[in-house]
């Protein structure tokens, strides 16, 4: 089973930017639709972006469009979350799993984007 594990949370002020990293225990190459996901207290989990194994289709949720970017590099059994202009609503754990058929959850990255 493969293992996931989100790294590069963090206390931002609004506008302000973050790198998320998520690293795989075994290769991701296989798994076509991988995107990270986000959980604010009293919320249900919603994806926030997506990208299929070769990078051909990337998809976000308006809520974050244009200003988060999504990538993975398949080699090295990670994918990564670029996020910019961050602003409070964003304030959350985020993680990352297969969009279909998920894996075993890990535990996530705090995301706080506070004055």
């Known amino acids: 089973q493969v293992q996931l594990v989100e790294s590069g949370g963090g206390l931002v002020q609004p506008g302000g930017s973050l790198n998320l990293s998520c690293a795989a225990s075994a290769s991701i190459f296989s798994v076509n639709y991988m995107g990270w996901f986000r959980q604010a207290p009293g919320k249900q989990r919603e994806l926030v972006a997506a990208?299929?194994?070769?990078?051909?289709?990337?998809n976000y949720a308006d809520s974050v469009k244009g200003r988060f970017t999504i990538s993975r590099d398949n080699a090295k059994k990670m994918m990564f979350l670029r996020m910019n202009d961050l602003k409070p609503e964003d304030s959350a754990v985020y993680y990352c799993?297969?969009?279909?058929?998920?894996?075993?959850w890990g535990q996530g990255t705090q995301v706080t984007v506070s004055s």
């Open positions: 799993n297969a969009v279909i058929s998920a894996l075993t």
């Open positions: 990208i299929t194994s070769g990078g051909g289709t990337i």
